[in-house]
């Protein structure tokens, strides 16, 4: 049986002068009981000699935030993983 679930990541931008921060939350499961988020964040800064383009400190901070966002996941499954088996998970990177 296929089953689809949808899944929401919603990214946040702050920018300022040479800087750019990202957040990036995902929204996992359905239903409060089951419902969960995890936020990861990464930060860009424009070097004084790089022509200013708004887009580039976006792109670059954004996916800093979704690496930040993939990894914190990664540790919620091995923890979840974890505690269904009642021991230590050792995780392949």
Same mark, same amino acid.
């Given at each position: 049986m296929l089953t689809t679930t949808t899944w929401? $990541?919603?990214i946040q931008l702050f920018e300022g002068d040479d800087d750019t921060a990202? @957040?990036?939350t995902l929204i996992s499961g359905e239903g409060v009981a089951r419902?969960?988020?995890?936020?990861?964040s990464g930060r860009a800064h424009r070097n004084e000699t790089d022509v200013p $383009?708004?887009?580039?400190?976006?792109?670059?901070?954004t996916a800093r935030a979704l @690496?930040?966002?993939a990894e914190?996941?990664?540790e919620v499954?091995?923890?979840d993983i974890a505690a269904i088996e009642?021991?230590?998970v050792h995780p392949r990177r």
């Open positions: 929401s $990541v919603e990202a @957040r990036a419902r969960r988020t995890v936020t990861g $383009v708004a887009e580039i400190g976006a792109e670059i901070a @690496r930040d966002l914190k996941l990664l499954a091995w923890a009642h021991q230590d």
